[in-house]
């Protein structure tokens, strides 16, 4: 009863946002705070399983950031920012099986990294996300079995967290790559292409055997190595 309180409220106030945008379209104060509306609006729709709902409120969003960033070309923050929402359009959009929307999106948030990167080369957290949306772009094309495709993207993915680990050692991004390997190998598997995946798996364990005996990545990952020493 009160998120649906709260949802009404949000709906109230991106209608006077729009109301005062049509006097003054330009106005950053205005769309920065529709945006942020719509965001939270969004959030709050996803919480309730209403994700279509979610998904245009969430481009909503995107579009008054946009608008807002292009005011400031310069700004790695902002322009990551930017990313990591059309990211997280991407994963609903996926949710829902709009494969070639998400698609779309994550190649979109990807360019929007790399904006960033070129603003900020030394920003170990640019390299990282764009090490992630990589990595969800590759698990999608899996799923639709573009194993060669896949591939390039997995390859990519860990070229770009090992670009930032190195800026800056972290152990959330270094068990990111780790989580990222294992998908290379798994993909690297379905090519018949044994001895990589293999090399995949191992340099991922180096990682995972740090977590806890019963970790689900570390039992996992050493049940695939135990299936491919076995094979060969």
Same mark, same amino acid.
């Given at each position: ?29 205005? *769309? ?25 409120? *969430? ?22 920012? *930017?990313?990591? *929402? ?147």
């Amino acid at each position: 009863m009160q998120q649906q309180q709260t949802i009404q409220t949000y709906l109230q106030a991106i209608e006077i946002y729009n109301a005062a945008l049509r006097f003054a379209p330009q106005n950053w104060k205005i *769309l920065k705070r529709k945006a942020r509306a719509c965001d939270q609006l969004s959030q709050l729709y996803s919480q309730q399983q209403q994700y279509q709902h979610a998904i245009d409120t *969430l481009k909503q969003a995107v579009a008054g950031y946009e608008m807002e960033f292009s005011q400031t070309l310069n700004d790695a923050l902002n322009i990551s920012y *930017l990313g990591m *929402l059309i990211e997280r359009l991407a994963e609903l959009q996926v949710s829902q099986k709009q494969y070639a929307q998400a698609f779309d999106s994550y190649q979109q948030a990807i360019s929007i990294y790399e904006a960033a990167i070129a603003l900020s080369v030394d920003d170990s957290g640019n390299h990282a996300l764009k090490a992630g949306a990589l990595t969800s772009l590759a698990d999608l094309q899996l799923l639709q079995s573009q194993y060669t495709q896949a591939l390039s993207n997995y390859q990519q993915a860990v070229d770009c967290y090992n670009t930032s680990l190195l800026l800056k050692p972290l152990k959330g991004v270094e068990l990111d790559r780790a989580v990222t390997l294992q998908k290379l190998g798994n993909c690297f598997c379905q090519l018949s292409q044994n001895s990589q995946a293999l090399e995949c798996y191992q340099s991922a364990k180096k990682v995972f055997i740090q977590l806890p005996p019963g970790n689900r990545h570390l039992r996992c990952l050493t049940q695939q190595i135990e299936r491919l020493s076995n094979t060969d």
